[in-house]
């Protein structure tokens, strides 16, 4: 690492509602930071039922689900319905179209971030898909108080099998007492932090300190260094990816190229074709029981 990466921007990501009764925490695509190319929103989400994320659409990203706490039942128009829970990744390709619900599952309060990842033009309307990977199954090692957990890319000799077709890093960084994390970046791609326990020094020796709920854009270099210098653990998420360069307009949660293409997949959304042809019938099993269908 010849060039360690500085903090250039620093945001505090401060509570708002969201879906039906759910708290997030968004630090990009909010006001201040509308996009940060691949990256079109990061939240770090809390939900206790029967508050939740009802059937919803989506087309033109990808979302990167991470649970830190409880459970969430994902189910889809195509079928598709899972758990995950406390330490598990859902990566799902929303590609030409879903329409999905996002449920706490059982009691007590669910944790977790979702991150939006866009798509390159040619990669928008390609068929929905998902990889889901059990906590169990998440590369993780630890060396010189560091432990990482691999959600995509690798680190310190792990791998993750995720396939991104926007070539993105996604890591989970505990960092012991008076230890430092280092981690390479590829220097072309766009990178940030998000902390989410203790208190870490960003940026190398001298840089900004940042506590739980900041986001620390990271500025040119090869590479990052964080440092602990506290008495308690610090845990944070290191998020790289490279940059798409093309046009953004996007409607709530459609993201495409243009305003014709929004208004393509509106139309779309409301007549139920060109992927949307399962949303006309299709209620999520979640939305029934809640008596909003």
């Given amino acids: 690492m010849e060039k360690p990466r500085q903090v250039v921007r620093k945001f505090l990501a401060r ?34 039922a029967p508050a939740g994320f009802p059937d919803h659409p989506h087309r033109g990203f990808e979302t990167v689900t991470y649970m830190l706490e409880g459970a969430v039942t994902h189910e889809d128009f195509e079928g598709h319905r899972g758990t995950i829970k406390a330490g598990d990744v859902q990566w799902m390709t929303a590609g030409r179209g879903i329409v999905h619900s996002e449920m706490p599952a059982g009691p007590g309060t669910s944790r977790g971030l979702q991150l939006w990842v866009n798509l390159s033009s040619h990669n928008k309307m390609i068929e929905p898909g998902y990889q889901e990977i059990q906590s ?12 990482v957990r691999v959600i995509a890319g690798q680190s310190m000799g792990a791998r993750s099998p995720v396939r ?35 208190e870490g020094v960003f940026g190398g020796g001298g840089g900004d300190k940042a ?44 993201v495409m190229n243009t305003e014709e293409e929004i208004d393509m997949t ?9 992927g949307f042809e399962k949303a006309k019938h299709w209620k999520s099993q979640a939305l029934v029981a809640l008596g909003l269908e």
């Fill in 15 to 48: 509570p708002q509602h969201e879906g039906v009764g759910a708290v997030v925490r968004r630090s990009i695509g909010r006001f201040e930071l509308r996009y940060f190319d691949p990256f079109l929103i990061l939240d770090e989400f809390s939900v206790s």
């Fill in 136 to 147: 169990k199954d998440i590369a993780s090692t630890t060396s010189d108080g560091v432990t």
């Fill in 164 to 198: 991104t077709r926007t070539p993105t890093m996604y890591l989970d960084f505990t960092v012991r007492p008076h230890a430092a994390a280092r981690q390479p970046v590829c220097a072309t791609w766009n990178a940030f932090a998000y902390v989410l326990e203790g």
């Fill in 211 to 254: 506590g739980a709920h900041h986001l620390l854009l990271l500025g040119q270099g090869d590479g990052v260094e964080v440092w602990n210098r506290s008495d308690k653990p610090l845990r944070f998420l290191l998020i790289a990816g490279e940059p798409i360069g093309e046009p953004v307009a996007q409607l709530g949660p459609f």
């Fill in 266 to 274: 509106i139309n779309d959304f409301e007549f139920s074709i060109n």
